[in-house]
C-alpha cells in the first residue's frame, strides 16, 4: 500500500470494549487550562454535565457512579444487591472544560479523573488517569496541586 494511503491510528480512541479508553497525555495547553481556569465545584453525579456522564460511563445509565459517601462496590466480591462500581468524590466545570473525579471499585480500588472539553454541541475527552498514591484529595485545589505535580497516570 503506498504510504499516502497508510491511516495514522486514531489519537483519541472514544469506545472500546464498551469502555473509555484512557488518555493518558494531558497537553501542556490542556493542563494549564485545568490548573488556573475558575471552576465551580459540585457534588452530586445529576450536576454534571448529562454528555460528560454518557461518555464516561460509556453509555450506561447515571446509576453507574454513586454520589459522594454513597454505598458503591469497593471490591471484586459481589453481595447483596448490585452497586455501582464508581463513586463521585466531587466534579468541576468550567466555561470551557469539566473534570470529574472519582473512586472506583474492583479487583483494583483506586481514584481516577477525567477532564473533557466543553465544544457545543460536543464534548471531548482530554484525558483520563489513575492516582499514583493512594487516598483521595478532599478538595480541587488539592486536586490540582497533585496534578502539578505528576501524581496520576
Known amino acids: 500500500m503506498p504510504a499516502s494511503h497508510h491511516r495514522q491510528p486514531a489519537r483519541r480512541q472514544s469506545v472500546r470494549n464498551n469502555k473509555p479508553t484512557p488518555i493518558t497525555t494531558l497537553s ?8 488556573n481556569d475558575k471552576f465551580t465545584v459540585v457534588n452530586k453525579v445529576l450536576d454534571i454535565p448529562g ?16 454520589d459522594p459517601g454513597q454505598p458503591f ?18 466534579a468541576a466545570r468550567s ?39 493512594s487516598g483521595p484529595s478532599k478538595t480541587l485545589s488539592s486536586l490540582q496541586s497533585e496534578i502539578s505535580k505528576g501524581l496520576y497516570f
Open 28 to 35: 501542556e495547553a490542556d493542563k494549564q487550562h485545568l490548573l
Open 51 to 66: 454528555p460528560v456522564l454518557g461518555r464516561l460511563l460509556g453509555g450506561k445509565s447515571m446509576d453507574a457512579m454513586a
Open 73 to 90: 462496590q469497593e471490591t471484586d466480591v459481589v453481595m447483596g444487591r448490585p452497586l455501582p462500581f464508581r463513586r463521585l468524590i466531587f
Open 95 to 133: 466555561k470551557n472544560y469539566c473534570l470529574v473525579y472519582f473512586e472506583h471499585g474492583g479487583i483494583a480500588y483506586g481514584t481516577a479523573v477525567a477532564l473533557y472539553r466543553l465544544s457545543d454541541p460536543n464534548v471531548v475527552p482530554v484525558w483520563h488517569a489513575r492516582m499514583r498514591e
